[in-house]
């Protein structure tokens, strides 16, 4: 069946021609008066959201406490091995490489749309994945990240699997990042136009019940997600 | 398929399964009430964008307005699917699907599929149809796993495995590791990532379903808690979405109510693990994603139902929230219904989407209390299209025959006030001696004889009493004048 026969079946239900025009639709519910602005009050109630979702929460005073706080995460998970990071203004000027290197990890930026999947594999041998975020979400404890900098051609440093494959997500935020509800999100993505080829919003590690209602973490996303607010 | 009472009588049957089909079913209601109590609380100190029922208002404005110009956003959506990079495709029927599934495997030389959990697929039967080509397909959500390792079909459309143990699970991942494991919840979960870790990354397409497509952008999504969503989106070099055709949404921010809506409903979480929005597939310059992105809309019955009475169902999000609250379902679980979708949505939809005739009897599960269309986010009127179906049965000859006799005698003697009477005085009379009386001083009939048997079987038979209402009525007319 063509696209034409689709939806002549559907036009003959709805008794409609086709030729009707563009329907007048206005979205969804106000949300410019929902929730605290006081950057302060969002970033403790994303830290205590996040907490409730197993995910764990650190402030950083200052851009350089960032490189040693994800040494230190790392050790105390007892990781070792390769730690895979976005290639993105986020995350590029925190040290973290020569941090990580010192602390003898093998620390590799995500490849640039080489042919093959090179960076799938890498993401996929690697540890820990380490990246920014576009937004974080104070009402859910929820992180947002583009697979390219959302309203931006051509920023190509990041993909879906840094996040994803390795058994350990840490993210990099600052505070002004913080919204208040995904209604937030949703408004500001639609106003910066094309989206990325993917936008992913994850609130703490991956879980399931499937094993007899029993709460299990980590069947197939992160098992641990680690955020640092600067 | 053994007829809808046999598969009902097995059900009850099978301890196990009620114990855990009830014990899932009150988890995720008691869940799903504290979520919305929670939400009404957040709304009223203005933390929240709305209580539960500005939401269910508000998704069910955006859900008809798209479905009134349902051709529209679906052009709409194929432009921006197709502007991303996208392919689209139209499928009439479980046929095309598989036609268009086939076209991709012969083109690409595929030889192994993974899927994220997909109620869509699951309609289309697409398991069967490429397995019996001689193709890999795995279940990748846990659940769905488990289930498809049992050779079984789920319990229910949220978490298809309640009703399986963790021993028989320790025993059938066992089988497939070549080794025992243990049934600790943890050594399971391992054992599960690491076997479909390395499926994932083998795999030629990663098929899934959407919970909602934005026509705006051409952006589908997904809700997931495991990450199998993400995983099979993003690692094979094939996307394969299957998508019905009433998922469309006009724009991004109509995204907050429907999203709002559903983790909470389903199984109480204020947001789920995980959201999805793929926007085509890889750019440019991107590292990964899939080279290709299809996305096959699906009719498969549900133009029937557009512009019909039974519109509204289409409005429908499969949050399960009807089963769980369902009497019937809660008793019975998810395979005597013996569709695709079970409890009160299933019975409603089932016989609409596909056959009338197979699925006749599902209309008939329901005691009609209204629960369901309590719980519904969507606020459908479920309760009333199990009476419409069911008056389309017998309208279509479908009831049974000696049933739809007694009840044509029953609408003829009520009809007739003296016949009533009489019919009143000899119910008192004839159930003098089957009366007893209870410490409370009223009286119970708990068996009775002949065709009344099969009722005083399982439950007790209120006697006819000496004097009706319509006798005391007057008297009570008399009373309330004073």
């Known amino acids: 069946m063509n696209q034409q026969q689709f939806l002549a079946r559907v036009r003959n239900r709805l008794s409609r021609s086709g030729a009707e025009g563009e329907p007048v639709w206005k979205p969804s519910l106000p949300i410019s008066d929902v929730g605290p602005t006081d950057a302060e009050a969002l970033t403790q109630r994303f830290e205590a959201e996040l907490t409730k979702l197993s995910g764990k929460v650190y402030r950083a005073l200052s851009e350089a406490q960032v490189a040693p706080m994800i040494v230190g995460i790392l050790k105390e998970a007892g990781a070792t091995g390769s730690v895979v990071r976005w290639d993105d203004p986020l995350v590029n000027d925190l040290g973290i490489d020569e941090a990580l290197t010192f602390a003898g990890f093998a620390v590799a930026a995500v490849k640039h749309g080489e042919p093959g999947r090179p960076q799938v594999e890498l993401a996929e041998r690697s540890v820990a994945g380490i990246t920014g975020v576009d937004f974080a979400i104070a009402e859910t404890g929820t992180l947002v990240m583009g697979a390219a900098r959302p309203g931006e051609a051509g920023a190509p440093g990041r993909g879906r699997t840094v996040s994803l494959l390795p058994p350990i997500h840490i993210a990099v935020m600052r505070k002004e990042q913080i919204v208040y509800t995904p209604a937030h999100v949703f408004q500001r993505l639609r106003a910066m136009g094309k989206l990325p080829s993917q936008v992913v919003f994850a609130s703490g590690p991956s879980r399931s019940a499937d094993i007899e209602n029993d709460l299990s973490i980590g069947v197939h996303g992160p098992c641990q997600v680690h955020v640092i607010i600067i | ?482």
Request: aromatic fraction near 8%; charge should be neutral; hydrophobic fraction near 40%.
């Open chain 2, 1 to 482: 398929m053994p007829d809808f009472k046999t598969r009902i009588d097995k059900a009850l049957g099978d301890q196990q399964l009620r114990g855990a089909v009830r014990f899932t079913a009150d988890s995720l209601r008691t869940k799903r009430n504290a979520a919305i109590a929670d939400l009404n609380a957040q709304a009223a100190e203005s933390l929240s964008i709305g209580t539960f029922d500005d939401l269910r208002k508000q998704a069910r404005a955006i859900k008809e307005h798209t479905l009134k110009h349902l051709d529209h956003y679906l052009a709409q959506a194929a432009e921006s699917i197709r502007a991303n990079g996208g392919t689209v495709h139209w499928a009439a029927d479980a046929a095309d699907v598989v036609r268009i599934a086939e076209e991709i495997v012969e083109r690409r030389n595929a030889k192994k599929f993974i899927k994220a959990k997909s109620m869509a697929s699951e309609e289309v039967f697409l398991n069967h149809a490429l397995e019996a080509k001689g193709l890999e397909v795995v279940e990748s959500d846990l659940g769905e796993y488990i289930i498809q390792l049992a050779h079984e079909t789920p319990a229910h459309i949220v978490i298809p495995a309640i009703h399986k143990t963790r021993r028989q699970i320790a025993d059938m991942f066992g089988e497939v590791a070549g080794r025992e494991l243990t049934t600790d919840t943890p050594t399971l979960t391992k054992f599960a990532r690491e076997t479909l870790r390395k499926k994932f990354m083998a795999a030629d397409i990663g098929v899934s379903g959407a919970n909602f497509l934005v026509a705006e952008t051409g952006t589908l999504c997904m809700v997931t808690n495991e990450g199998n969503g993400r995983l099979s989106t993003s690692v094979p070099p094939v996307h394969l979405a299957i998508v019905g055709m009433e998922k469309l949404v006009p724009t991004l921010e109509d995204l907050a109510v429907l999203y709002g809506l559903l983790p909470r409903s389903a199984t109480g979480q204020k947001i789920s693990t995980y959201f999805n929005m793929i926007t085509g597939c890889r750019r440019p310059g991107e590292p990964d994603g899939p080279e290709e992105l299809h996305v096959i809309f699906l009719d498969n019955g549900r133009s029937n139902i557009l512009g019909s009475q039974y519109e509204e169902t289409l409005m429908c999000i499969r949050c399960g929230a009807c089963l769980n609250f369902c009497p019937v379902y809660r008793n019975i679980g998810g395979h005597a219904y013996g569709a695709i979708y079970p409890g009160p949505i299933g019975s409603v939809i089932s016989p609409l989407l596909n056959e009338f005739e197979q699925w006749t009897d599902l209309p008939q599960a329901s005691s009609l209390c209204g629960a369901c269309h309590e719980a519904c986010p969507l606020g459908i009127h479920l309760h009333e299209h199990l009476i419409s179906l069911r008056e389309e049965m017998v309208a279509k000859g479908k009831a049974d025959p000696g049933f739809t006799k007694v009840m044509k005698l029953w609408m003829r003697a009520w009809r007739r006030p003296w016949l009533y009477r009489l019919l009143s005085k000899i119910g008192y009379l004839g159930m003098r001696s089957y009366a007893t009386k209870r410490a409370d001083g009223t009286e119970v009939a708990t068996s009775l004889p002949g065709p009344f048997k099969a009722w005083t079987d399982t439950r007790n038979f209120p006697p006819v009493v000496r004097r009706p209402f319509h006798e005391r009525w007057a008297d009570l007319q008399k009373e309330g004048a004073k």
